[in-house]
């Protein structure tokens, strides 16, 4: 009860002001942004019930450390260094996604573009064209699809594991390759531009709880959507209907008109797709106006 009391003596019965610069004040904003971030970017993960449980622990070594309790102390202080390496380990798909999303974030204005050499116009119209054509000939076939295209994400790390084609992006090219029984029906097809540069490719599943009647294409949908700006389309082979992963979001029987309007809206539009699910109900009168 010492160290309580002497705690107590020091700093509560003390009225000290200290004097505050305004780099001080720009420290305190930057700090509260960054903390407010961190912990908003938590509660959307599953690393929030594990940041709850590190808080009950925090708390009882604060309480260990007023009473004084030497032992837990000790343990305390013996295994801090294992539990940071621990907590890296535990994290670390959590870490990856919020440096991926990072770097996707466009407060650099610019000057950390280097290799972004397919900026500008992403696809053109022919090419919304052509694969509106071709997803939904493939729904009404119930034949599945994902197709994925790319934005300002470069996916070669994707690409590698699937089979280069690098043809124009023209329906009957789409509807061959999905076609059953073919070799390269089965993975995602990747486009980027105007063209379709891999077939086959393997796609991240998503840890995010689907509907049970979703299947592995629809999960490799939005997981892809989630560790990248890419837009994915996926029709379903059990019912026909198309639908659109972005930014983690899934967007279920899309019908065409809808498609066409975000993909004509996000041709030529810089735009952080995390907040795309806020847009939904706008797509519609925005993309008639480009």
């Known amino acids: 009860m010492s160290t309580v009391s002497n705690f107590a003596q020091e700093y509560l019965t003390k009225f000290y002001m200290p004097s505050i610069a305004w780099t001080d004040i720009i420290e305190i904003l ?147 390759i999905f076609e059953h029984n073919t070799p390269l029906h089965d993975g995602a097809v990747i486009i980027r531009g105007n063209r379709v540069v891999s077939a086959t490719c393997y796609l991240p599943l998503t840890d995010n709880n689907l509907s049970k009647e979703l299947g592995t294409r629809h999960r490799a949908g939005v997981g892809i959507s989630e560790v990248t700006d890419s837009l994915t389309i996926i029709v379903s082979e059990e019912t026909g209907a198309v639908s659109l992963a972005v930014g983690g979001e899934l967007i279920r029987d899309i019908d065409e008109e809808s498609l066409r309007n975000k993909l004509e809206y996000l041709r030529m539009k810089n735009i952080d797709v995390k907040s795309f699910k806020i847009w939904r109900g706008r797509f519609k009168n925005e993309g008639k106006n480009i």
């Open 30 to 176: 930057l700090m509260a942004a960054v903390i407010y971030n961190v912990l908003v970017w938590i509660k959307d993960t599953k690393a929030w019930a594990l940041l709850k449980g590190i808080i009950v622990v925090v708390g009882f070594a604060i309480v260990a450390y007023l009473l004084n309790l030497r032992t837990i102390l000790w343990i305390a202080g013996k295994t801090i260094s294992v539990g940071i390496i621990a907590l890296v380990i535990i994290f670390q798909p959590e870490l990856r996604r919020a440096l991926e999303q990072l770097g996707r974030k466009r407060v650099w204005f610019g000057f950390l573009s280097v290799g972004d050499s397919h900026r500008g116009e992403r696809y053109s119209t022919k090419t919304i064209n052509e694969i509106l054509r071709a997803v939904y000939e493939m729904g009404a076939v119930k034949t599945g699809a994902l197709i994925v295209i790319e934005q300002d994400m470069m996916l070669e790390e994707y690409i590698r594991t699937g089979i280069e084609v690098d043809g124009i992006v023209t329906s009957q090219l789409l509807i061959n």
